[in-house]
């Protein structure tokens, strides 16, 4: 790992966050899920500085109450604000940015993510997403969330000539997104849990 090393979390705002899972969770329950998640896996960053990025103001002001940077963004869209992080944090000096979402349960740290050059990508449990992504600045990383992002981070780091690895973690590849989930993340919440490598 050479040169600094952060952390970036994306994260809607909280009431308006998990609306798949309304059918299953009442808006309050999904605002106390969604914070719940966004901290844990903002205390898995440890020892790692995080910035959140975000377009709320109740995020921003959680964010900076736990010590986090801000960058705040105008446009929505995780993608939009995923590389609007990245280029903030590139502008401060950052050499290399863990891109973790805010819906990782079971997350407990991230620093072994960034233990190697060139990207790492860490694949959701269905290997179709990608809930962490390590990326170099400065090098035009192209991120491309939703169906099929796993595939498709892999094909630009090929087609910028970056060294990757794929890190499968049965902790930071489980997401909270529709009722099933939530299903299995309370069965798992009750003592169930992955191991991480």
Known sequence: MTGPTAVLIPVKAFAVAK??????LDAPGRTDLARSMAE????????LPVTVVCDDDEVDAWARGLGAGVVRVSETGLNHAVHAGVDALAMAGVKTVVV???DLPFATRLVHCAASDGVTLVPD???DGTPVAV?????????AYGPGSFAAH????ERLGLPWR???DPD??????????????????????????
């Open 19 to 24: 609306a798949r899972l309304a059918p299953v």
């Open 40 to 47: 844990t896996v903002l205390r898995a960053a440890a020892p």
């Open 100 to 102: 973790a979402h805010g």
């Open 125 to 127: 449990r269905h290997h």
């Open 135 to 143: 990326v170099p600045t400065g090098v035009g990383f192209r991120f």
């Open 154 to 157: 892999v094909a630009e780091a």
């Open 166 to 168: 794929s890190l499968p």
């Open 172 to 197: 930071l590849g489980w997401d909270v997104d529709d009722p099933a989930d939530l299903e299995r993340f309370a069965t798992m919440g009750d003592g169930e849990t992955g191991d991480a490598p």
